[in-house]
């Protein structure tokens, strides 16, 4: 019955909705069109990619149609369709009033507003990584020339297309439907005014369309000097952006949700939906004292950070902090070769991070789709870089959240923008030129100066092997050497098989074009802790208040804990992951569990409390001398401590047996272990 009402609805569907395809040469690639009432519908709905051509799934839903694909990404395009376009394709055409999109199955089709993926829970949530968009506002380039292009000779970022690239990777993102969507730095091409003001404006389509937007500097963004435009011979600075406009343009990408902010940086917490918090962190050294491209953290500012990281598990928070520089090496040498995109002290600040109970870290700043991981203690820690899409392959995130607490991660690509691409077929031919060509000519400058020090003759016969072992580390999942082209392997060999500074640098390169685990495009972390522990053994509780704390669970809303000790059995219901004793407790031994509401249950643990109590005073008596008592016989182990004045000689005077100490000399006294 069930299939015979999916069937007539397809077939009341396919009566209402007249067939409209355009034949590919391909079968498998059809692009299909249909008319659409623009009464039916607003700009913005267009706009933002929330109204496309619709197809039933299985579950007789009308999803967006290039979700069924077989293969392909979804990517919208505000737009008339245009050959170029891939499979997952799909647009409006508001001059023709149609709704397209290319898809691999027959149908049936119609238009109409496309349900937004709405998650019911954290462990539901869809979270979108971009890094490094490098938008460079359409009005800086005044007209080219070899001002213009002098900058590019020293660069690897498709600047020229940047804001047309920009506007195709939004309208891809929007087609993903994400409710989170994290900018890891770099949103300019220096800093410039009308550049940040332009990002504002693309990021405000993605709050249109639902998602909740967080962003953090990357070094090209705040204070730059380079803010300039260009006209022929001729560059002309331009405004650049204080840390205070910062935070003001990009108010309601995270400041204004912000639930702390640090005020020695632009790093705050925020919280896009319950149990989740998005920790922006500031690396960035943009005070005009230190290098401007490399990264570090002040002891104020990693102290504040720290301190969120602590609150967040202490509540029960599942913490994604995010930060323009690594957290970890991507490569064996990295922080040696390339020092300015590791953060300083890393070696410190990741066993520091992974020990705060953080997992991962959403990355960005090399350009590079990359995964690296390290163990530290019982865990792992995660680096998630995440690629320029002004730099081949021009990639995104997108990451689900799984109810079982796994983060499955996958990669996307922009692989068609409407741009003048010369003499390139596609835009896939066009990145690879522009960053071949490019970065070779940079990999030469690089290895001729420090650390490296080669020859001009020597450093253009390395620097082939160097260009591709990075192009392939920007790509992620290197092939290792063995998958590298016949000419990268003949240098490598020769220069292993030279003197020991050769071999040094054919390790280097090695080390680029190999990947090491896990796997930088598409994987899942487990994100889970498993079943909370208590204290292995009896550890004395001897301040007010005792705190037990225990480790978070995924998906738990509130933990019970149950004691068990001289004070009889209590439970405690709270939703954060410590529990601060109530100083009615009576000292003694006690044992304790926490059941989280998953329905797992810990290990039983054990603990005791030995609160010191003060002292009591009585007296004076007939003697005229004063008592000092104490409960001698519950607390084992202490002595009367006696100072005349509180000076650095003190005398002890040891405890005994009765419940006093009958005071002769004039002084202070305190109970000491």
Same mark, same amino acid.
């Not at 599942?318 to 064996?332: A, C, D, Q, R, Y």
């Not at 092997?465 to 790509?475: F, I, K, P, S």
């Not at 005349?644 to 004039?666: G, Y």
């Given at each position: ?370 995964? =690296?991981? *390290?163990?530290?203690?019982?865990? &792992?820690?995660?680096? #998630?870089?995440?690629?320029? $899409?002004? %730099?081949? !392959? ?102 292993? =098989?030279? *003197?020991?500074?050769?071999?040094? &640098?054919?390790?280097? #390169?090695?080390?680029?074009? $190999?990947? %090491?685990? !896990? ?155």
């Amino acid at each position: 019955m069930k299939q015979l009402r999916k069937s007539l609805l397809a077939a009341a569907w396919c009566l209402l909705a007249p067939l409209a395809v355009w034949a590919q040469s391909s079968p498998a690639r059809n692009v299909v069109s249909r008319p659409f009432d623009p009464a039916q519908t607003t700009l913005v709905q267009l706009e933002s990619g929330a109204y496309g051509l619709l197809a039933l799934d299985a579950n007789s839903n009308l999803v967006n149609a290039v979700t069924l694909n077989t293969g392909g990404n979804a990517q919208f395009v505000f737009g008339p369709y245009v050959s170029a376009y891939p499979l997952g394709c799909y647009g409006v055409d508001t001059n023709a009033n149609t709704a397209w999109a290319v898809v691999d199955y027959a149908g049936p089709f119609q238009p109409g507003p496309i349900a937004r993926r709405n998650a019911d829970s954290l462990a539901n949530l869809r979270i979108a990584i971009l890094s490094d968009i490098h938008i460079m506002a359409t009005n800086l380039l005044i007209s080219d020339g070899p001002a213009f292009q002098a900058y590019l000779a020293g660069d690897r970022k498709m600047l020229g297309p940047s804001s047309t690239i920009g506007h195709a990777v939004f309208d891809a993102v929007i087609a993903q439907q994400p409710d989170v969507v994290v900018f890891t730095g770099d949103l300019t091409k220096d800093g410039e005014l009308v550049s940040h003001l332009e990002v504002s404006n693309l990021m405000a389509r993605l709050v249109a369309d639902g998602a909740k937007v967080f962003v953090v500097p990357g070094n090209h963004d705040v204070n730059n000097t380079n803010a300039m435009s260009f006209d022929g011979a001729t560059t002309t600075p331009v405004p650049n952006i204080t840390p205070e406009q910062f935070r003001a343009i990009y108010g309601p990408f995270g400041y204004n949700q912000a639930i702390a902010q640090d005020t020695n940086s632009l790093a705050y917490v925020a919280e896009p939906a319950p149990g989740l918090w998005i920790l922006g962190m500031d690396a960035c050294q943009y005070d005009g004292n230190a290098d401007p491209v490399a990264g570090s953290f002040s002891p104020e500012r990693l102290n504040w950070i720290t301190n969120q990281m602590v609150l967040g598990q202490a509540q029960g928070k599942v913490v994604f902090p995010m930060m323009h520089h690594n957290i970890l090496e991507h490569f064996p040498g990295q922080a040696t070769y390339f020092p300015q995109y590791v953060v300083a002290d890393y070696q410190v600040i990741a066993p520091l991070f992974a020990s705060l109970g953080v997992k991962t870290v959403f990355t960005g700043h090399f350009h590079a789709q990359d995964v =690296a991981q *390290a163990q530290f203690g019982g865990g &792992l820690l995660y680096d #998630i870089e995440t690629g320029s $899409t002004v %730099t081949r !392959p021009c990639p995104y995130r997108i990451l689900d959240l799984q109810p079982d607490g796994q983060l499955v991660i996958r990669s996307h690509l922009i692989t068609g923008i409407n741009y003048n691409l010369g003499s390139a077929p596609d835009f896939t031919t066009y990145e690879f030129n522009f960053l071949t060509n490019g970065l070779l000519n940079l990999t030469k400058v690089m290895l001729e100066e420090p650390p490296f020090d080669l020859s001009v003759s020597t450093a253009a016969y390395v620097a082939p092997a160097a260009t591709e072992a990075l192009m392939d580390h920007y790509v992620g999942d290197e092939p290792g050497l063995m998958g590298a082209s016949p000419i990268t392997s003949n240098i490598v060999f020769s220069l292993l =098989a030279g *003197a020991a500074g050769q071999q040094e &640098l054919g390790d280097g #390169i090695v080390s680029i074009i $190999t990947d %090491t685990p !896990p796997a930088d495009n598409n994987l899942t972390i487990d994100l889970t802790p498993g079943v909370p522990t208590g204290p292995a053994a009896a550890t004395a509780f001897t301040n007010r208040p005792a705190i037990l704390s225990w480790a978070p669970i995924w998906g738990a809303t509130n933990y019970a804990v149950t004691l068990s000790g001289p004070g009889g059995g209590q439970t405690f219901n709270l939703s954060g992951t410590s529990l601060a004793l109530p100083a009615s407790l009576p000292n003694g031994a006690y044992s304790w569990t926490v059941t989280p509401s998953d329905g797992s249950t810990s290990p039983v643990g054990t603990f005791t409390l030995a609160y010191a109590p003060a002292l009591g005073i009585s007296g004076p008596n007939s003697s005229g001398a004063v008592a000092v008592s104490w409960p001698a016989a519950s607390l084992p182990g202490y002595q009367l401590q006696f100072s005349p004045d509180l000076s650095a000689s003190n005398n002890w005077v040891p405890a005994t047996n009765s419940s006093f100490f009958r005071v002769t000399t004039n002084g202070f006294y305190r109970l000491s272990r």
